[in-house]
């Protein structure tokens, strides 16, 4: 059975840092590229990041672009992302999410809440 | 960047009816990579159509997806108490990557 789980969320003040992790089962992890899409309390679906199965290939929402950084353990099959300068609009549950290329996301994990706030 | 929208906002109807949510891409969407999901409070979304038009793993037929190009509709044949939710569109054939609708709630009547 696929499993994704998030962990790492928290409170955390406006400037500070937070790294997510993603733990990944019950699939081959290096076979699929992986991604970070977040929710925003009561707002809809933003896609934060993707990353390619071996690394090769990493993108960012412009959002985040700068502050954020995706990466990922194909040995320990786990994704990370490192959250660097953040602000009160960070404020999301963060999912994981896999996919192939020109596929969608089909398994997700069911997140991690992040508060930015003082 | 494209950028979709989707209508209505909320659809209210009662179990039973049938549900048409549309899906417009401010361009053409390249070989139909277009995805549906369906959110329920408190869940992550879960995938329903890809490729426009073909049905995930263990989704109902109820469900089905139709359209090309720059509209695509999301049809629910008979609304059954479980799907009453939120449908967020997607396109997955160009960057940014996973481009996601503003979502349409479906709520009861």
């Known amino acids: 059975e696929v499993q994704l789980v998030e962990s790492g969320g928290g409170l955390v003040k406006p400037g500070g840092s937070l790294r997510l992790s993603c733990a990944a089962s019950?699939?081959?992890?290096?076979?699929?590229?992986m991604n970070w899409v977040r929710q925003a309390p009561g707002k809809g679906l933003e896609w934060v990041s993707s990353i390619s199965s071996s690394s090769s290939y990493i993108y960012y929402a412009d959002s985040v672009k700068g502050r954020f950084t995706i990466s990922r353990d194909n040995a320990k099959n786990s994704l990370y992302l490192q959250m660097n300068s953040l602000r009160a609009e960070d404020t999301a549950v963060y999912y994981c999410?896999?996919?192939?290329?020109?596929?969608?996301?089909?398994?997700w994990g069911q997140g991690t809440l992040v508060t930015v706030s003082s | 960047e494209i950028v979709l929208t989707q209508s209505p906002g909320t659809l209210s109807l009662s179990p039973g009816e049938r549900a048409t949510l549309s899906c417009r891409a401010s361009?053409?969407?390249?070989?139909?990579?277009l995805a549906w999901y369906q959110q329920k409070p408190g869940q992550a979304p879960r995938l329903l159509i890809y490729g426009a038009s073909s049905r995930a793993t263990g989704i109902p037929d109820r469900f089905s997806g139709s359209g090309s190009g720059t509209d695509f509709t999301l049809t629910i044949s008979r609304l059954e108490p479980e799907d009453f939710a939120v449908y967020y569109c997607?396109?997955?054939?160009?960057?940014?990557?996973?481009?996601f609708g503003g979502g349409t709630k479906v709520e009861i009547k």
């Open positions: 997607q396109q997955y054939g160009s960057s940014p990557r996973g481009t």
């Open positions: 019950g699939f081959t992890f290096s076979s699929y590229s």
């Open positions: 361009q053409s969407v390249s070989s139909s990579y």
């Open positions: 999410a896999r996919d192939r290329e020109l596929a969608p996301l089909d398994y």
